[in-house]
């Protein structure tokens, strides 16, 4: 009887230490692993993710680490890679091709292809580039690649259909709101661009127009420093440094900590269906239906409350995961 | 004032520095230059919309247009190949009447026929105007040219293409508008030398190798350029009118690509004779507005302008690597003259490049320069945490940064060649507080640290986890603290450090509003960045360390609104880099006068854009810890290397054609980091140099990148020496006395960092009675407490006690045949994270001195670790058993002593430094110590504060 009476009291106590030990995870949401230099990551501090079907390319501040599907672990760097300095701070998949970046502290890298073969390095003025210094990437739903730098405004791929050029630019001089472009993100016919003085949303071009509607505080926008966007077709929200805007009936909305951010400075945001994974220097919090949950944290399984980045996938193993990256390694949660 | 130009024949006038001095002539240098634009048609004076692409369809239906239209640049897959940068030039105008337009149709007022007859082979097509002044009429046409000239045209590498003419020896109406899809496959073919070069015989392949691209500023696109290439088309023709035979059906018009219809199905006519009476014509059109190209011929039918891109970099003026100094926690001030291998005063950097582009705008928004430099891996602060929560086991109690001290506003002094605060006032003097750069600061990262030692460094990579682990430790636990930080500097460190977004970006935030040329609009700091009332408000309900953040945030930001705009990026970023040390920069440079300057030459004829950047000594903030004398990677090897191979191996290395840094005479790259060479490579400045090359340099590098008009690169890099001679550059040093019950005295003048902000030093002669108060720093004496007294006036809460006073006033006893417990420690400024703590010798003597206080010359016996007795212990990591080996080197002496007479002794401590070149800096530390007989009551040091 006595071991009866020992596992009934575990467990009358379980749901207590879960509930001191932080918040209570979302319904349906497992935290499934979280790897560090330890598990073979290349350094901790994640910057970027991106989930192809086979492999997931985590970008950190030294080298970028693949992850096959077979646990395998990869590490690029200058030596056996393409990759010219040793931070990856953008990465994205454009169907087979794997975009994306490197810098030192001291020089931009500029933009990186890897198609399966081989590497090819596109540079500043030389290759149309704007600028060496990338900050984000976004591949629309035409497949066009949008290459977002620190200050030179934005580049797309163009050489696929233009003999001449590689790349094409969009920059303040062509309407875009400021050239310090800090996220990219976009639904069907829109590119949403994040800036330093708020959010330029580009409908392409007429004529030699370019069409640029632009959200600055000038026409409204409460907080101008855009650190991260997360939009589609039904709705648009910007993480800034002052809360996260939530763009409802044509005009924004600043929600900070009395809406339930545990930090209003937001650090990435990413859409999950009609829920809303908000990073902070506080944790990730799920929006959902309006409501901002408690956030997970190092009480939680996280490595760390600080978030960097945060990208959603699907593997061919057809589960759906949310790619958490921190300043403490990477951390993978399942859900439904 | 040394002159650091490479090219002395160009005679620029004396530069001296933005803020800190002011040249009315140096406000003109850049509108003087932007008028000089000597041979391209300067379409500065024509509205941007019309500069390029003159022919407005709508207005004109015919004309000329290239492929690429209008932007003429290099093939995307042929960057590196000056001859794929082709135009492919199209008429899109025919011998009249026919009207061929940039529809490529052919008019209605015209009918094409087939020619079946004998002249077939001449004259394929035979034109009957049906409407207009020749309806009726049948021409044929010979001698069919459009007659192309390009603006500066010539046989030259650089020329702006070869006149010539296009048409083919036939002539039909036609033009196939299709082939120009694969336009690109043609360009190929002309660069590699095989194939057809053209997909239509009318269509005139050019070799664009001049630039036509002044650069581009404002809302423009590359029509925004005030330089575009002109291009004229001049079409001849002889035209015959006939009478042709045979004719049926209605004749042609419409499509003209002939690729495209069915000309078999053309309706026919037969020409069986060549016509006899030939009319000569040429075709001449109003030209556009300010176009000056001339045909030689009476004028152009059509013409165009076009954007040729510039591809080429500038040219370094002075190739050699130049070394820099200064003192530790100073700024540049020298610069090493290898022809008479003297130092010379230099009030900068200086960094000049030519452009074979004389037509760059520096009003182009491409042309900028910056500078990245390493600062060593001394200078680590630390800071309370206001995010520390003990109960999250990844939250730390202090955050570490990199900090390099700012320099207040100067004037360049060019009789003494040296730069010199500002006096307000002499008496008593009184100076300008104004900050013109700095501080700059960064994270310090412990892991990337360890990273870094663990796997890359070429020391600390050969030893254990553990053994990188402890040296890690020992640098932060070693860091300063920054309480002897200005509040205000805090702020910043509080608000760059707090990393939810990167510091570099915050940065950018601070220039953007600081920067008079960037916040034009005057906009106040709130607006600018509302971060910082965020986080004074957000850590102010942090607790105790939070409110001390925000009240330190909350003093940055009254700094920042009392101290106004500037006109630079007054801030920077420090990172940690692969190389070990940490970097400052990017530092963006302003385009303005002071720091921007050019000027137009003529070098055998060639017009060239000559450009310098000048960087202010004082902006280039030396590190505080980090000098010439640093041993940085611990060197356990013996004997301590010599930084003067490297130094004299960096003057050995030019810049070679390829864009990459070579030694002098040898084709080998000189193995210039990544980050710091033109061209990406895989070389490697660790690997090249051999694994120890940063243990022989103690140099640190710096790298001016400088763009041109176009964005094309060039970079320089050079070394910087620090020399231990600044501010605190002798070592520190602390005596303890203690008994076995505990009771211990501790005796040393604080160090610089160890006073806080505010804390100064009074040093007072008890025998004039003179004091002097000294701030932070500026205390450059010995410690010699028996002959000065020196004091702590603490910032608003009054002065201590002279400092060691106590152990001959009464205060603290010492008693005889009582066994003492004497330690020295001793630090240095530079090394101080490592063991051995930058100290190289210490000699430890007791003196006794008579009643008066008087040297006797008479010497306690002292006991070492191993049991000699002598009248002095002394060690120097040059003799045995160190023999230069730092890292063996304790600089912590402990020893017993038991005085067995009373009276009054004076304790003499001295310590040095690790030299380099010359004499160590040395520290005295001597103080007097009264010693009781034994009659006494007590048999301790004991305080009698305490017992009060």
Redesign the interface.
């Known amino acids: 009887m006595r071991p009866i009476r020992t596992w009934m009291v575990v467990l009358a106590l379980l749901p207590c230490l879960a509930t001191t030990a932080g918040a209570i995870m979302p319904a349906g949401v497992q935290l499934e692993k979280v790897l560090t230099v330890k598990d073979g990551l290349s350094h901790n501090s994640v910057l970027a993710v991106a989930v192809g079907p086979e492999h997931v390319y985590v970008g950190t501040k030294r080298y970028m680490t693949v992850l096959k599907r077979d646990g395998g672990v990869t590490v690029w760097s200058p030596k056996n890679s393409g990759l010219k300095f040793h931070q990856v701070p953008a990465v994205v998949l454009r169907g087979t091709q794997l975009w994306t970046t490197c810098r030192s502290p001291v020089a931009g890298g500029g933009t990186y292809r890897w198609d399966g073969l081989q590497w090819e390095w596109f540079e500043e003025i030389k290759d149309d580039m704007q600028s060496n210094y990338i900050s984000c990437f976004h591949v629309d739903d035409k497949n066009m690649l949008w290459i977002g730098t620190e200050d030179q405004g934005i580049n797309y791929y163009v050489h696929e259909t233009n003999p001449y050029r590689k790349f094409g630019y969009l920059a303040s001089k062509k309407g875009l709101l400021d050239n310090r472009v800090t996220c990219l993100s976009g639904r069907p016919g829109e590119l949403w661009i994040g800036t330093l003085s708020g959010i330029s949303v580009y409908r392409g071009q007429e004529g030699e127009k370019y069409l640029f509607t632009n959200h600055s505080k000038a026409t409204g926008l409460p907080a101008d420093h855009i650190v991260a966007l997360a939009v589609s077709p039904e709705r648009a929200f910007a993480g800034t440094t002052m809360g996260l805007l939530v763009f409802e009936g044509g005009a924004w909305r600043l929600l900070g900590k009395e809406s339930g951010l545990a930090d209003p400075w937001i650090t990435a945001l990413a859409l999950d269906g009609s829920d809303l994974w908000i990073g902070s220097k506080k944790g990730l919090q799920l929006m959902r239906g309006g409501r901002i949950e408690p956030p997970i944290d190092y009480r939680d399984g996280l490595p760390t409350a600080t978030i960097r980045c945060l990208t959603l996938g699907r593997q061919a193993d057809g589960v759906n995961r949310v790619y958490v990256g921190t300043d403490k390694g990477l951390a993978i949660l399942r859900r439904p | 004032m040394e002159d650091v130009r490479g090219n002395r024949e160009i005679r620029f006038q004396r530069m001296t520095g933005g803020i800190m001095v002011n040249r009315i002539w140096l406000a003109l240098a850049l509108v003087c230059v932007l008028g000089v634009t000597a041979f391209a048609a300067d379409v500065s004076t024509i509205a941007t919309d019309t500069r390029y692409d003159t022919n407005d369809t709508s207005k004109s239906p015919t004309g000329i247009m290239s492929?690429?239209k209008n932007e003429i640049?290099r093939?995307?897959d042929m960057?590196d190949k000056p001859e794929s940068q082709i135009g492919m030039w199209i008429p899109m105008v025919e011998p009249e009447p026919v009207v061929r337009g940039f529809d490529n149709r052919i008019g209605s007022n015209v009918r094409v026929y087939r020619n079946t007859g004998s002249t077939k082979a001449k004259f394929p097509y035979l034109i009957k105007v049906v409407s207009g002044t020749d309806a009726g009429k049948w021409f044929v046409y010979r001698n069919v040219k459009f007659n192309w000239t390009f603006e500066d045209a010539g046989d030259g590498e650089k020329s702006g293409g070869t006149n010539g003419a296009s048409g083919g020896d036939v002539w039909t109406p036609f033009y196939k508008a299709s082939g120009a899809e694969k336009?690109?496959n043609y360009m190929r073919n002309i660069v590699n030398g095989s194939g057809d070069r053209a997909w239509d015989p009318k269509v005139y392949p050019n070799n664009h190798a001049k630039p036509f691209d002044s650069g581009?500023s404002?809302?423009?696109?590359t029509r925004?350029s005030t330089v575009l290439q002109e291009v004229g088309m001049l079409l001849t023709y002889d035209r015959a009118a006939v009478n042709p035979t045979g004719v049926s059906g209605d004749g042609y018009y419409g499509n003209a690509d002939d690729s495209i219809i069915d000309v078999e199905s053309i309706s026919t006519a037969q020409l069986n004779s060549e016509p006899s009476t030939w009319e000569s014509k040429k075709l001449t059109n109003t030209m556009p507005e300010g176009f000056a190209l001339e045909s030689g011929e009476g004028g152009f039918t059509a013409a165009n302008r076009v954007y040729v891109e510039d591809?080429t970099p500038p040219s370094v003026r002075s190739t050699e690597v130049k070394i820099y100094r200064g003192g530790t926690g100073g700024f540049v001030e020298e610069v090493f003259e290898k022809g008479s291998n003297t130092w010379k005063k230099v009030n900068g950097i200086v960094y000049e490049y030519e452009d074979d582009n004389p037509n760059a705008a520096a009003s182009s928004d491409?042309l900028k320069a910056s500078l990245?430099y390493e600062c060593g891996n001394g200078d680590l602060y630390k800071l309370d945490n206001p995010?520390y929560n003990p109960d999250?086991?990844?939250s730390e109690p202090f955050i570490y940064f990199a900090y390099l001290a700012p320099t207040y506003k100067m004037n360049w002094n060019d009789g003494e060649s040296k730069w010199e605060r500002i006096k307000l006032s002499d008496n008593p003097p009184v100076y300008d507080e104004t900050i013109a750069y700095g501080p700059y600061l960064g994270p310090a990262k412990k892991?990337?640290e360890f990273?870094y030692y663990k796997n890359i460094d070429p020391n600390w990579s050969r030893k254990s986890a553990e053994e990188v682990e402890d040296f890690i430790s020992n640098r932060y636990a070693n860091a300063y603290n920054g309480k002897s930080i200005a509040p205000w500097a805090r702020g910043l460190a509080y608000f760059i450090l707090?990393e939810?977004?990167s510091g570099l970006?915050k940065i950018?935030?601070l220039n953007?509003y600081i920067n008079k040329g960037k916040n034009t609009k005057n906009e106040s700091l709130e607006?600018k960045i509302?971060?910082l009332d965020?986080m004074i408000k957000e850590y102010s309900e942090l607790g105790d360390r939070g409110k001390k953040a925000a009240s330190d945030i909350a003093e940055f930001k009254k700094h920042l609104q009392s101290a106004g705009l500037s006109d630079y990026n007054r801030f920077s970023y420090i990172?940690?880099?692969?190389g070990g040390r940490y970097?400052v920069?990017?530092i963006e440079f302003e385009k303005i006068a002071g720091i921007y300057e050019e000027k137009n030459v003529t070098d055998n004829g060639q017009e060239k854009k000559i450009q310098r950047w000048t960087i202010p000594g004082p902006r280039m903030l030396l590190p505080k810890h980090y000098a010439v004398n640093s041993t940085e990677w611990d060197s356990t090897g013996g004997s301590r290397l010599s930084g003067e191979q490297m130094a004299t191996d960096t003057q050995n290395f030019v810049l070679g054609q390829d864009g990459k840094w070579h030694r002098v005479g040898t084709a080998a790259d000189a193995g210039v980091p990544?980050?710091l060479q033109v061209a990406?490579t895989?070389s490697n400045f660790i690997e090249k140099h051999g694994d120890d090359w940063m243990q022989k340099v103690p140099d640190l590098m710096f790298?001016v990148d400088a763009?041109d008009c176009?964005?094309?690169?060039t970079n320089q890099v050079g070394f910087l020496k620090v020399n231990d001679n600044g501010e605190g550059s002798k070592p520190n040093c602390e005596c303890e006395i203690s008994d076995s019950n505990g009771n211990d005295h501790v005796v040393g003048v604080p160090a610089e960092d160890a006073l806080e902000y505010g804390d100064k030093l009074i040093v007072k002669d008890p025998k004039s009675g003179e004091t002097s108060e000294y701030g932070q720093g500026a205390y450059l004496g010995d410690n010699d407490l028996t002959t000065k007294e020196i004091s702590i006036s603490k910032h608003g809460e009054g002065v201590t006690p002279p400092i060691g006073n106590d152990l001959v006033t009464g205060d603290k006893l010492l008693y005889e045949d009582t066994r003492f417990n004497i330690s020295a420690h001793a630090w240095d400024n530079i090394d101080n994270f490592y063991k051995h703590r930058g100290i190289s010798y210490y000699k430890m003597q007791i003196q006794e001195l008579d009643a008066n206080g008087n040297p006797t010359g008479k010497f306690e016996l002292l006991e070492d670790e191993n049991g000699n007795k002598a009248e002095k212990i002394e060690k120097s990591i040059f003799e045995p058993p160190y023999n230069g080996s730092l890292a063996q080197f304790k600089p912590d002496l402990k020893f017993y002593h038991i005085f067995r007479n009373p009276g009054l002794y004076r304790v003499e401590y001295t310590v040095r430094d690790v030299p380099f070149d010359s004499q160590p800096n040395e520290q005295n530390l001597f103080f007097r110590v009264k010693v009781l007989d034994l009659k006494s009551d007590a048999r301790t040091i004991e305080d009698m504060n305490k017992r009060q």
């Open positions: 492929i690429p640049r093939l995307p960057i336009a690109a581009i404002g809302d423009a696109d925004g591809y491409r990245n995010y999250d086991p990844t892991a990337e990273d707090d939810r977004n970006l950018k935030l953007a607006a509302p971060e965020a990172e940690f880099k692969d970097c920069g990017p990544l980050e990406g895989n790298k763009a176009c964005g094309n690169n």
